[in-house]
């Protein structure tokens, strides 16, 4: 199993540049900026590439550290590159899009460390490249929500700079559920059973290490002193539960900026096949990123 496993991940990868095309219809905003800049970061897994995505104009512009998704097997950080340049433009920050480890080459947690250890290297490094080391956000998609949510737990218990804001897009906030437990509305969803099961076998090999908060931010006992966080679950998505119930469990500890089910959406909730409602999902979370790091 654990061999097969990996066999099938490492052929996910493979695929990768095909098959995450999502953003081909998502082109709202940001094309004309010039190509990210590449730079590396220390962690403690080593250095990490990121894509640096810098606003026209701006003069030490505030940060956003983003996390793509691809169900910790896809190393494709060109797959936000629409989401990146969207949020550069518009709302006028720095994006930096992290190139972090996956399965089978990596196994948890070594890509929570490398989310935190981005966000703590620009929290005190960021003028070094001409950045706001003073305002910055983190966020994600998918398994990239886990790495941010991840994150903000990390610098919580660890100390150091507080985000000013974490965006959680359908995000993976509990693998150590049983698999047979999480259900989607649709008979087909995006993530099914087989795909959950692949995930815990490659990235989250050690069983015993699942219900950790920070492979499972939903199992956290106490999110106090977080970064305040905007939340966004889709109606038909698998992992819509445990979205749901983190945003309560933020609201509880009035952390909670905004929560957002996107109706009629599975998993890919910026779903080129509604253009329009993609772009007011994008402007929304764009708005919350320029308000928050103003």
Not at 171 to 192: F, N, R, T, Y
Not at 238 to 256: I, K, M, N, P, V
């Amino acid at each position: 199993m654990g061999l097969s496993s990996d066999v099938t991940a490492l052929m996910m990868q493979a695929s990768a540049r095909m098959v995450a095309r999502h953003g081909d219809a998502l082109q709202f905003g940001g094309q004309d900026l010039a190509k990210p800049l590449r730079r590396r970061v220390p962690t403690c897994h080593g250095r990490v590439k990121v894509d640096l995505y810098l606003p026209p104009g701006a003069d030490s512009p505030p940060v956003y550290v983003h996390l793509h998704g691809g169900a910790f097997i896809m190393r494709f950080p060109r797959m936000d590159d629409f989401f990146c340049r969207f949020v550069a433009s518009e709302a006028g920050v720095a994006v930096v899009n992290v190139d972090y480890g996956v399965a089978p080459q990596a196994r948890y947690p070594v890509a929570q460390d490398q989310a935190h250890d981005v966000f703590a290297w620009l929290s005190e490094h960021g003028v070094d490249w001409g950045l706001d080391q003073t305002r910055i956000a983190i966020g994600g998609f998918s398994a990239g929500g886990n790495l941010a949510a991840s994150a903000c737990l990390q610098i919580r218990d660890r100390g150091g700079a507080t985000p000013r804001l974490q965006l959680l897009g359908v995000p993976s906030l509990d693998v150590a559920g049983e698999v047979s437990a999480k259900q989607a509305s649709v008979s087909d969803p995006m993530i099914g059973p087989g795909l959950l099961k692949l995930v815990r076998a490659t990235y989250f090999k050690d069983a015993s290490r699942r219900t950790e908060p920070y492979a499972s931010p939903l199992l956290a006992e106490d999110l106090t002193g977080v970064a305040p966080a905007v939340v966004v679950t889709a109606e038909r998505d698998t992992l819509r539960a445990e979205g749901d119930a983190y945003a309560a469990a933020l609201g509880q500890q009035s952390l909670l900026v905004q929560h957002v089910v996107v109706p009629g959406r599975d998993h890919y909730f910026l779903d080129g096949n509604d253009p329009d409602q993609a772009h007011g999902l994008m402007r929304m979370m764009a708005e919350h990123l320029r308000t928050a790091l103003s």
